[in-house]
């Protein structure tokens, strides 16, 4: 289960990578994850039909204590444990319709081992890791040690259980000689972190002083599970020093392959995904670990909030969690993928409840998508034989549904960029409801009752084409804009819409994207397929 495409990228399309952390593997993947996922996945596809050459990246954080643990409670060797999930993870590919070009698995992989091992040797060899006498509080859900300060009444704020007192010989980074280098790189944006409230949050964290931290533990503690420390066999790689670097193992930093020299190195889009929790170590460790070892910084974090459940933290630890794969084999994956991306604001905390997943699904999915698309292909079927007729000329009431697609296309390169995805659905569903207004206020099928007794050439009758038309485009548009979200509604409506369209799998040609994006571009002439509901509509419990 590894490269899932092999790197056949081209050479005249601008590279694009982007990551999502990976998770631990000592339970299955959970909704916050999912949106992770999801999130990232709509920016590779977006990136890919906008021409990019996008590697996309994902994968599991296998080497964790909490690995051992957990198989320990089961019975079961750590490597069983490890594998059984990681194969969960890999299997959100079909579940949420993902288009990952790799996966990483830091546990099972040399690629991996040899990367870190590497990355180890170069920050060793810079004089940024030393071995000292250690004892501090450490969480072992987090795998992180806390000051007193960082505690919450005594408790580990991720998961409020009380942190165990660990004494030992570690080796440490020497963070603390890089502070002044990582606080001008992300304030002068080299190292962009969004959205601003973030990079606030990390600058603050960094003005108030890095202190070197631990990055190895003792074999002991280990139970001899996760990379040894090369040159010292008592001590195990810590597993967040060896989790970060799977961003460039995985491209093959350890031999400088060249999809390493590709996606790394001579790449301006190095992009990691990341939810808010992990944000030190991603925007302060990991760059000073690769200022370290003089390998090239991310150039940007996007930083994403929290799915709540029913208004309380998701969390394994406190026993509330929502299961991805249930939600999907219950509503679908274009379903879940709407609400984690529209409902649940990108950076902001937002809450999952059944009860307003299925009000979004009836009312944004059934109601006014669904419904919208099965009208318009039935009253072409009805009025034109299944033919999509070509438009007269336009009327007042027709442009308020024509600038409203117009604008679809800057609105939503508006929103990626400031990694404010929520507002592209807002803008697509924006459209959706510009359609079925413009529906109420024509009436199709009055124009078609005119029309049936003052003829096919009478005003009446070619307003009712040039209306249908216009639903039609509108909707084509729709497809067009959805494909990176919801790649398989956008296909379902392409498909009713007798049409093919690219839902970003693959990098693609962009000569003709201007084009495709405005307005008129659906070949009058073109039979519609009606096909069943795209989103049956959920019988709400009374
Ligand atoms: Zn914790």
New binding site residues.
Partial sequence: MTNVNPSGFSDTQPPWYVTTAIPYVNGKPHIGFAQEIILTDALARYHRLKGDDVWFLTGTDENAFKNVQSAGQEGIPTRELVERNATLFYNLRTVLNLSFNDFIRTSAQPRHREGVEKLWRACYENGDIYKRPYSGLY?F??E?FYTESELVNGL????L?A?TLIEEENYFFRLSRYADRLQELIESDQLQILPQKRKNEVLSFIRGGLKDFSISRSQARAHGWGIPVPGDAEQVIYVWYDALGNYITALGYAGDAPTYERYWTNNPHRVHVIGKGVIRFHAVYWPAMLLSAHVPLPTSILVHDYVMLNGGKISKSLGNTVDPVEVVERFGTDALRYYLLREIPTTEDGDFTFERFMHAYNSDLADQLGNLLNRVVSMVGRYYDGIVSAPGPLEEVDRGLVETAASLRGRIDASLPRFALDEALDAIWNLIGAANKYVADVEPWTLAKLRKSEGEDSHAGERLGTVLYNLVEALRLVAYHCAPFLPATAEGIAKQLGISIATGEHSRDISREAEEASWGRYPAGTSVQPGGVLFPKIELPK
């Fill in positions: 969480c859900g987090c992180q580990c704020p991720e998961h259980t942190p």
